[in-house]
């Protein structure tokens, strides 16, 4: 099986219009370029991953080596052993490639599940619930909280390493804050904690809209990452005004 190296090189030299995969297994792959053609040509998704080896993000593409006809159904096919040859009608647009190249998330890979015998005795929830969890706005931010880290992790590097931390930051210091209120007896000391609450979350919407126009969220998620904010929010708002009535 060639490396990955004779794999970059050998696409870095065919000619133009001329595919070329390598079978891997029970999958025939193709890389960079012909990975691009294969994408735009007939819509295959593409996996990126940093290779250690070059020293860069590669790109490919791959089926399974019994589906060669279904997946290049227009194409003219020459099979080589462990290589094979497709002459495709698609330009090969070095400055679309490598614009589609950057924009293509890397895969990220599953985080190991933890056992509850990896969790050490202190750690473990004892029986007693806090009561601020019983809160319904505990809860809802704590689960905006949770759908805020799960798609933290599909966003681009220079997204998830600065926004998306300071949008766990924020979510956090809310869940202290609504923590801080409920404890609270006097009614002023408990405005003063929900009104940091609700400032908190205009700075989480705006990061939520910056990540939804930078195409780091589809529509479909942040429209489910608005309607949860907006039930926060509203849920705080109420919270205010009862606290301002008994002042009052």
């Known amino acids: ?35 691009y053609a294969l994408t735009k040509l007939y819509g295959i998704k593409p996996s990126k991953r940093f290779v250690k080896l070059v020293g860069e993000d590669i790109i490919s593409v791959g089926f399974p080596l019994e589906q060669l006809s279904k997946y290049l159904p ?9 290589k094979c040859y497709a002459q495709v009608n698609c330009p090969f647009d070095n400055l679309s490639f490598l614009e589609w190249k950057s924009s293509t998330r890397i895969k990220e890979p599953k985080p190991k599940p933890i056992s509850a015998l990896d969790i050490p005795e202190e750690w473990k929830p004892k029986t007693q619930v806090m009561k601020d969890e019983n809160l319904p706005v505990f809860k809802m931010v704590y689960d905006l ?6 798609e933290s992790h599909k966003m681009g590097k220079d997204f998830r390493y600065t926004i998306g931390e300071d949008l766990k930051r924020l979510m956090v210091r809310m869940e202290v804050c609504i923590y801080q209120a409920n404890e609270e007896k006097e009614a002023n000391e408990k405005l003063a904690y929900i009104g940091e609450a609700l400032e908190i979350m205009l700075e ?12 780091q969220l589809s529509l479909k998620k942040y429209a489910l990452l608005c309607e949860q904010m907006v039930a926060v929010e509203k849920n705080l708002t109420d919270w205010k005004k009862y606290y301002m009535n008994k002042i009052n």
């Open 145 to 150: 909280l949770l759908r805020i880290v799960h």
């Open 1 to 35: 099986m060639p490396t990955i190296k004779d794999i970059l090189q050998e696409e870095r030299n065919r000619e133009n219009g001329r595919l070329v995969l390598f079978l891997e297994g029970k999958f025939w792959k193709a890389y960079e370029q012909s990975a």
């Open 204 to 215: 989480v919407k705006l990061y939520v809209r910056i990540l939804h126009d930078s195409k």
């Open 74 to 82: 227009n194409a003219q096919v020459e099979q080589d052993g462990k």
